[in-house]
């Protein structure tokens, strides 16, 4: 009876250290942000973050799925105030992908090593009909994507006092705010709007560049992020992020969103190389 008992212990156990090993880990995209990820004219989700998901979670062994949820279930603004959506907080998911680090998200979230750098820049009308100039803004009125890190937070680091602020629910609303006049400039981080004025300018308000958002009681980063550098060292992330356009079209990556490659110093014997300390915000 003892014997009986002890052994359905044992293959009980057994059972529970294989389904642990075999986790699925859950990553949450837009679906809408091409060319990082978006829902292909095949209706199939694609993209860079796809790829770079299936990549580190190769190197690191570990079972990957991807779902597409709505932004907000992620990461929201609630009267000026970002927090964490109810997904990523209920635990729908492991990781939201490609939030960039800033103190507002820290409160509640945590994040992975960043895989590249973020910016923030000004659009306005074409032309600039309205004068905005980005170095003087205390008489303007700017708009800012819900959910973004490019927020009111952001603008007062970056020493930016306003007249007034608008978030905008979505890049069509935005859009409304600048060709009605209720705005001067939008404050986001694309480097690109069709049919409007990204000015040059590029401003930095983050703790590193984007990663994998997550709560701060998962245990992603603890294989993720050593995947990630053995995926960075090798050369295989300069080879996917310096081809993102070319393979999947879409807004045009800019120039400051690869991290560097790895740098490297002589060997000891003064011939060769070796792989030293990454370079780059992390």
Known sequence: MY????????ILQSVFIFCKSEKTW???????????NFIDTDGYLKGADVDLIKSVCEIANKR????VQPFEE???????????????????????VGYVSIPE?????????AYANAVATFTVLKGNPRNFNPDNVSESVIT????????????KRLNKVLKGIIVAADLNKVKDLLNNGSADAVFSPR????????????????TSGLGMMIRKDNELPGWWN??????????NYTVWCKTINQKYGGIRIDDSYCLPPPAVKPTASGSGTQPGQIVGRR
């Not at 859950?26 to 990082?36: C, L, Q, Y």
């Not at 800012?144 to 603008?155: E, I």
Request: glycine share 8%; hydrophobic share 35%; proline share 6%.
């Open 3 to 10: 014997h009986g008992f002890l052994t359905s212990t044992i």
């Open 26 to 36: 859950m990553f949450s995209v837009g679906g809408n942000r091409k060319p990082a």
């Open 64 to 67: 990957c799925e991807i779902t």
């Open 74 to 96: 992620c990461v929201r603004t609630v009267r000026d105030r970002i927090y964490p959506g109810i997904g990523i907080m209920s635990k729908w998911y492991d990781a939201c």
């Open 105 to 113: 998200r820290l409160n509640s979230m945590a994040f992975t090593d």
């Open 144 to 155: 800012t994507l819900n959910g973004l890190f490019t927020s009111s937070p952001c603008l």
């Open 191 to 206: 480097t690109l709007i069709p049919g409007y004025d990204v000015l040059p300018a590029r401003y930095d308000c983050t």
């Open 226 to 235: 050593p995947a990630f550098q053995s995926f960075f060292k090798s050369g």
